[in-house]
């Protein structure tokens, strides 16, 4: 059950991260520019919030698939997805196009 | 970061008279054009599937079920879903954009698209592809 029960430690260290990418680098917010980010490539990781609607969530899992880019499921939901990102919406899904300073690419992907 | 909406990549239309057709892409216009200023693409599709054929079908209506009609038509990327599917079939001398100038045009393309299509569904091959989606 390790793998289950996420740790607040790296909880935070997304956050951290991205923070950073918040403030360096390039992302997109929502699902409809996420999808145009997949469709034309540019998208390096999709991070999703834990109540996106499933239909929309194996959606955007499918597109990532046939990309072979990263998702990754945020432990939180779209209000704290939304928090993280220092803004005062909700956001259900974001895509990270450069990710500047931060290396959220290098060390995310591997979880789903 | 792989670019997926290529020549030959089996889509399913999501809007308009052909929501919920098969279609393969056959050529990509990313930029977009002057007349299209967004992501889209001429597909060729399948408008009426083929019926299922048994195996005591006689020779003539095996014919008449393998019949496939079809369409061409430029989609925008928005009105499309991609699958892990693709279909390969030389349409890019038969299907043009300027096919769907005209109308006698547009009709030669479907023609022509129809009979790759069919060969095609004789041999068995594609399955997926000439199967009607349920939903």
């Known amino acids: 059950m390790v793998a289950a029960k996420k740790t607040k430690k790296t909880h935070e260290s997304i956050n951290n991260r991205l923070a950073l990418v918040m403030k360096s680098g390039k992302y997109t917010l929502g699902y409809k520019t996420v999808l145009k980010s997949l469709r034309s490539s540019k998208g390096k990781l999709i991070i999703i919030a834990n109540n996106c609607p499933p239909l929309r969530k194996s959606e955007i899992e499918y597109y990532a698939m046939l990309c072979k880019v990263g998702v990754h499921h945020y432990n939180g939901n779209n209000v704290d997805l939304g928090t993280a990102c220092g803004k005062y919406f909700r956001v259900c899904c974001l895509s990270i196009i450069e990710p500047g300073d931060s290396d959220i690419i290098k060390s995310m992907p591997g979880d789903h | 970061m792989v670019k997926f909406l290529k020549p030959n990549k089996a889509v399913i239309v999501l809007q308009g008279r ?102 095609r569904f004789k041999t068995g091959k594609n399955r997926w592809f000439f199967t009607k989606l349920r939903f």
């Open chain 2, 18 to 119: 052909y929501a919920g057709r098969k279609a393969v892409i056959v050529k990509s216009f990313d930029e977009g054009t002057r007349d299209r200023p967004y992501g889209h693409c001429l597909v060729a599709g399948i408008k009426k599937y083929p019926s299922k054929v048994i195996r005591k079908d006689s020779a003539k209506k095996t014919a008449k079920k393998s019949r496939v009609k079809c369409f061409v038509k430029l989609v925008n990327y928005q009105h499309l879903m991609p699958t892990r599917y693709t279909l390969d079939v030389d349409l890019k001398d038969v299907v043009a954009v300027d096919a769907l100038q005209t109308k006698d045009k547009k009709v030669a393309a479907c023609k022509a698209t129809k009979e790759r299509f069919e060969e």
